[in-house]
Each structure stands twice: as structure tokens, then as C-alpha cells.
């Protein structure tokens, strides 16, 4: 199979920022716990953005880096457990939207946090089968919508935001070497559906998931890199998913992974699913830190439960 690379990326977040403080105005919590046990002082949430404008404006700009016109996109995969519509999907609005070719797959992915990744792999695989050579990835996630204000387990920690990568799929380049897992479980971490009947919220176990994460991701490190026959060293970056600081901080002592190879936004958004990791790498090419050549490790884990990691390099 011919592997795919990332060509560009984009991001949206919604103008209006949520403080720690403003959340300890209306639940019983702390600035200081929020920031040491999660990592987390900010995060965006929607008021007049909608989770179709955040992923128009993600898709746009991905286009717009990767120099790709909306002719030579392959397939639409939107990442997400917080559509504005089950139906019409996240992906058939943005083919309407950026005006993309209408002999294309376009379909909305629902792996939680792991969404990007489990969304990248299957483009990979799109791709493979498609005379257009050119994917977009979009992860985006409207959590706002879905949090129980009652709950301070869990309103500290989601925010909304949109991530969005235009990948490319040539003869010769190496796969992703995605690894991807999936264990059913209605227990620790929670979105009801249509079964609500009203609101939905999310519910979590945060304790028993931070356990689950701190296995799940140095597995996902060790079988992408055992898969793609590398090792630490070759890797430029790695990229976690951002659901709290303390997760992210534990890997990178493990794997002695300094300071200037990985990164965490998680103070400025909070947890934002499946947008997370999207929203790092667009902010990392934004900064110059990858670019052309570089090789990434992304791993995310999340709701599901799913977990997975990948190698992406930048074409
Ligand atoms: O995106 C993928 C899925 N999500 C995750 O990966 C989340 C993983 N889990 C976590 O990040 C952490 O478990 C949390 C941040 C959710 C919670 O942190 P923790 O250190 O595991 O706290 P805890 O749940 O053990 O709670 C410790 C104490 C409890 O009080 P008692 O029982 O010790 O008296 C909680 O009631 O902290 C209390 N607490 C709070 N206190 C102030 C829980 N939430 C808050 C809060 N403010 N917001």
C-alpha cells in the first residue's frame, strides 16, 4: 500500500475563551486544581460559531497551506462525536461548502478523542483506490454543547475547536504504520445518543481512564514504532493527544523525549476530542516547528474506549 503525507493544516477555535475562573463562579472548583491536575486555563467554546463553520474555516485554510484546489480532493472524513447533524454529515456540508467534487466518498467518523488517527489511517486506505491523490482530514468536536454544568468532574475539561489536515497519497512513500484499538466499554467515559431523549451529556470515570491512557499510550508508541521498524531517534516530534498535561508529561519522561520534540496547547483549549491533535500539528507548522521532511509520532487515545497511534510525515 502507498502511504500518505501531510501536505497542509488549518485550525478554528471559537472566539470566546472560558477561564478557570469563569468555571469556578458556577461549580465548586479552583484555578490551582484545574491547572495541576490537569494542565488546563483556558479553553474556547462556541456562542455564535456553529460546528460546520468551525469546519469549513479548519478545511479552508489546510487547502489554502497545501496549495490543493477543491477539484483535486479524493475523499472528506470528518472526525467527531458532536455533529451539528447526524444527518446530513459534518463531511457532505463541507463537500457542499468548498464546492468539492460530488464523485467522492464524504462520511463523519465517531472513534472519540482517536477520531484523527483512526481517520487518517482510513484515508490512507481511500486513497489507495481513488484517482484523485489528495484527502481531507478534519477533526472537530463542539463538546461545549455536550457538558454537564453540574458536573465538576467533567465541565473543567472540554473545549470546542476544529483541526483539519489535506494529505496526499504517492507511489513509493511509506504507510502511517497505524496501529488502532477499540474495546467496548459504557462504564468509564460516556456520550448517550439518540437514546437520551433530551440533552445529552457526557459522563467519565476520570480516574479509571487516566489509568487506561498511561498503558494505552507508551503500548501505541512501542507497536508504531515496532510496525514501521524505527526507533525514538527517528523520531523530529511527538504528538499527543491533549486530555491532560500530566498524561502527555509521564510519556515524555518514559521515552526521555526533550522538551523541543513534543508539545501541549492543553492550557489554551482544554480537551477537544477529536480536534486535539489536529489542532496541535496546525499550530506546530504554523510555528515552523515541522514542516517539509519532518516525521511525526502521533498517538490519542479516548472514549470508546479507542486508543491508537501513527508515523505521519510532512510531504
Ligand atoms: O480525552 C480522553 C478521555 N479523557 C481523559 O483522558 C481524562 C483522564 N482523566 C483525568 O484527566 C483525571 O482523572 C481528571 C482530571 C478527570 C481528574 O483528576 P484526578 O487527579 O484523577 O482527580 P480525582 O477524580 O481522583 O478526584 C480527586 C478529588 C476528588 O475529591 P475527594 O473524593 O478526594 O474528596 C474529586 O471529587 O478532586 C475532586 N474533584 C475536584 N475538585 C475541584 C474532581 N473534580 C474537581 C474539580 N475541582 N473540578
Redesign the pocket.
Known amino acids: 500500500m502507498n502511504g500518505i503525507k501531510i501536505r497542509g493544516t488549518g485550525r478554528c477555535v471559537p472566539k470566546k475563551v472560558v477561564t478557570n475562573q469563569d468555571l469556578a463562579n458556577i ?4 484555578d490551582e ?2 491547572t495541576t ?2 494542565g488546563i486555563q483556558h479553553r474556547h467554546h462556541c456562542v455564535t460559531e456553529s460546528h460546520a463553520d468551525l469546519c469549513l474555516w479548519a478545511a479552508r485554510s489546510a487547502l489554502e497551506k497545501a496549495g490543493v484546489t477543491p477539484d483535486q480532493i479524493g475523499a472528506v472524513i470528518v472526525a467527531t462525536v458532536t455533529p451539528g447533524t447526524a444527518c446530513p454529515s459534518a463531511a457532505c456540508l463541507l463537500q457542499r461548502d468548498l464546492g468539492l467534487p460530488a464523485d467522492i466518498p464524504c462520511f463523519d467518523l465517531n472513534a ?2 482517536t477520531g484523527f488517527l483512526f481517520a487518517l489511517h482510513t484515508m490512507e486506505c481511500l486513497l489507495n483506490a481513488s484517482p484523485r491523490k489528495f484527502g481531507l482530514v478534519v477533526g472537530a468536536e463542539q463538546l461545549s454543547r455536550v457538558i454537564n454544568w453540574e458536573d ?2 467533567t465541565c ?2 472540554f473545549g470546542d475547536g476544529a483541526g483539519a489536515a489535506v494529505v496526499e497519497c504517492r507511489e513509493g512513500w511509506p504507510s502511517i504504520s497505524a496501529v488502532l484499538g477499540a474495546k467496548g466499554d459504557d462504564e468509564l ?1 460516556r456520550l448517550p445518543g439518540l437514546e437520551a431523549g433530551e440533552r445529552s451529556f457526557i459522563a ?1 470515570d ?2 479509571k ?2 489509568k487506561f ?1 498511561v498503558e494505552a499510550v507508551p503500548a501505541c508508541i512501542d507497536a508504531v514504532l515496532e510496525k514501521a521498524g524505527k526507533t525514538v531517534e527517528d523520531v523530529d516530534f511527538f504528538v499527543f ?1 491533549q ?2 498535561a ?2 502527555i508529561d509521564l510519556a515524555v519522561r518514559k521515552y526521555h523525549v526533550p522538551p523541543e520534540k513534543y508539545y501541549k496547547n492543553i492550557s489554551e483549549y482544554g ?1 477537544t ?1 477529536a480536534a486535539s491533535v489536529p489542532l496541535v500539528l496546525s499550530e506546530l507548522q504554523d510555528q515552523g516547528r515541522i514542516g517539509p521532511g519532518s516525521r511525526m509520532l502521533v498517538v490519542a ?3 470508546g474506549l479507542t486508543w491508537g497511534g501513527a508515523l505521519m510525515e510532512f510531504a
Open positions: 461549580v465548586e472548583t479552583s486544581w484545574i491536575r490537569t472519540a478523542c465538576r468532574n473543567i475539561l467515559l467519565m476520570g480516574k481512564v487516566f491512557a493527544h486530555a491532560n500530566r498524561i480537551n476530542a487515545f479516548g472514549g
